[in-house]
T-cell receptor
Framework: DTGVSQNPRHKITKRGQNVTFRCDPI?????LYWYRQTLGQGPEFLTYFQNEAQLEKSRLLSDRFSAERPKGSFSTLEIQRTEQGDSAMYLC?????????FGPGTRLLVL | AQSVSQHNHHVILSEAASLELGCNYS??????LFWYVQYPGQHLQLLLKYFSGDPLVKGIKGFEAEFIKSKFSFNLRKPSVQWSDTAEYFC????????????FGKGTSLLVTP
């Protein structure tokens, strides 16, 4: 399968802990996006990269969130000092042009 | 601010019934329009997209959508639904001048009964 992959698929953590998620985009896709989806809502944009450059961040991305794409391939999303409100599905998507292809997501539960 | 509205949050249909899901967006500039589907336990998949040209676009699995610029609408249709169409459907709009980040509606949950 050469689609977008995300790891881990599920993460349970205690409030205050740090978590890191990984996204591997489709090979040769230069754009990579992170979204967050909570129950009953559509995905909400968090940030995006073109190659290794982080070009846009949503106001949803508080200073506890950081994302990297060091070599323009895979990306990581880190949440520091997790809060219960961070519980959500974190989705990654990649694209070459306008059409984005989504991964299966990482479901985070903060206890 | 740009927004995407999906009018129906939950729809229940019998097999063979026709489907139309509404989507309206608010933005005056150039947009690209998408419908994504999420089947139970699966990830988001692209159903169809509109960038330019013929406002009636056809997607996978017999779905189509019509872009009506004057109404800022991009409604999804299927003449005859099947049980396997049970899923969550999301309308999305991107901004060509914002890295193509997607702005999604809240989604419509479709249940097709046998």
């Amino acid at each position: 399968d050469t689609g977008v992959s995300q790891n881990p698929r599920h993460k349970i953590t205690k409030r205050g802990q740090n978590v890191t998620f990984r996204c591997d985009p489709i090979s040769e896709h230069n754009r990579l996006y992170w979204y967050r989806q909570t129950l009953g809502q559509g995905p909400e944009f968090l940030t995006y990269f073109q190659n290794e450059a982080q070009l846009e961040k949503s106001r949803l991305l508080s200073d506890r969130f950081s994302a990297e794409r060091p070599k323009g391939s895979f990306s990581t999303l880190e949440i520091q000092r997790t809060e219960q409100g961070d519980s959500a599905m974190y989705l990654c998507a990649s694209s070459l042009l306008e059409t984005q292809y989504f991964g299966p997501g990482t479901r985070l539960l903060v206890l | 601010a740009q927004s995407v509205s999906q009018h129906n949050h939950h729809v229940i249909l019998s097999e063979a019934a026709s489907l139309e899901l509404g989507c309206n967006y608010s933005y005056g500039g150039t947009v690209n329009l998408f419908w994504y589907v999420q089947y139970p336990g699966q990830h988001l998949q692209l159903l169809l997209k509109y960038f330019s040209g013929d406002p009636l676009v056809k997607g996978i699995k017999g779905f189509e959508a019509e872009f009506i610029k004057s109404k800022f609408s991009f409604n999804l249709r299927k003449p005859s639904v099947q049980w396997s169409d049970t899923a969550e459907y999301f309308c999305a709009v991107d901004l060509a001048d914002s890295g193509y980040a997607l702005n999604f509606g809240k989604g419509t949950s479709l249940l097709v009964t046998p």
